[in-house]
Each structure stands twice: as C-alpha cells, then as structure tokens.
C-alpha cells in the first residue's frame, strides 16, 4: 500500500532492502508497547513506517468525553512510529524522541486508524520525521512532526559495541561497508 496521499513527497528511503525491513517488522513489530496500544507495524513501505492501531479497548475511548480515541493513545502511536523511524534510519543504533509536537484536528473515531510516518531529512545523529493519523475516510485526523536522536550510550548499557539489541546488525553492516 502506497502513501495516502502525496504529501510524503519528499520522504527518505529507509535504508536497507526489502528483507531488511521485514526483519525490522518482525523484531520491532513485537515490543512490548506496541500490543499494549494495540497496534500492528507495517514496514513493507521502502519510505513509510505504518502503524495501525488493530485492537481498540475502553482504555483507547474517551476523547473530548466521546467514544473518540483519547489523546494519550493518539500521543503514544504518533511516538511509536517516529521512534521505530528513528531506529530504522539509524540501524538499529538506541534511539530516542528528543522532539514531538502534534496537532489534533478533528476526534478520532474510526476503529482502525493507521498512522503514517516518514523521514524528511537526517542528519548522523537526529532525523526529522513527519506523520498523519488516517481517520476512516482517508483524510488525516491528526499530524505531528518530531525529531529522533541517537542515544549515547555507553557499552554496559546496550549491546556490545554502544548499539541495541533490536537486531543483530552485523550483516547490514557489512552491506553498507561494501
């Protein structure tokens, strides 16, 4: 599935292949998080990381006091997808949002919206990111913009060499270098 509509133009290619992201789907797509908000990650995009909000509880409800998604739902899909944006891009390095600013324009109501995030532009340590919640009638309920930074960690903290543990990267590493 392709963008909504065109205003990802200008959105980055996540690194990688094809196979690449479906591994990232696969370990990312399972954090801990993500099934608590009851949400789906879809990375089949080479520019889009999706994701969408598949099992809605009481706790999703509430929104201006209506069955509309609440905004601490909204606020923890929209930092979700930027952050597996920013894990992404970065290879698998510790990421973090240093920066979300979001904009609610109309109650969500749909069942299944989807958000969808993209890079716009990457620096070696931050990626600024966009995104748009997908209400049931194709049109965004929501925006956001944000900022993803490397983390720097020291070597105890994470995997052996300073980098996550969310893939063993040594493989596309070894892509890269060639």
Same mark, same amino acid.
């Given at each position: 599935m392709g963008l909504s509509t065109t205003w990802a133009a200008d959105a980055l290619s996540v690194p990688g292949?094809?196979?690449?992201?479906?591994?990232?789907?696969?370990?990312?797509?399972a954090m801990p998080i993500l099934e608590h908000l009851g949400a789906a990650l879809d990375l089949s995009d080479e520019r889009v990381v999706r994701l969408a909000l598949v099992r809605r509880t009481r706790?999703?409800?509430? $929104?201006? *006091?209506?069955?509309?998604l609440n905004g601490a739902i909204i606020a923890g899909l929209m930092d979700c997808a930027m952050s597996v944006a920013g894990?992404?891009?970065?290879?698998?390095?510790?990421?973090?949002?240093?920066?979300?600013?979001?904009q609610f324009m109309k109650p969500v109501r749909a069942a299944q919206p989807v958000v969808e995030c993209w890079a716009v532009r990457r620096s070696s340590s931050v990626v600024f990111l966009e995104a748009r919640l997908i209400? $049931?009638? *194709?049109?965004?309920?929501v925006m956001a913009t944000g900022m993803v930074g490397v983390a720097r960690l020291a070597k105890r903290d994470s995997g052996t060499?300073?980098?996550?543990?969310?893939?063993?990267?040594a493989d596309l590493e070894t892509r890269d270098a060639a």
């Open positions: 292949t094809a196979e690449d992201r479906a591994q990232w789907q696969a370990r990312l797509g706790a999703h409800t509430g $929104g201006l *006091g209506t069955e509309a894990i992404v891009h970065f290879r698998g390095r510790t990421c973090g949002t240093v920066q979300l600013s979001i209400d $049931g009638d *194709g049109r965004p309920s060499d300073g980098r996550s543990n969310w893939l063993n990267t």
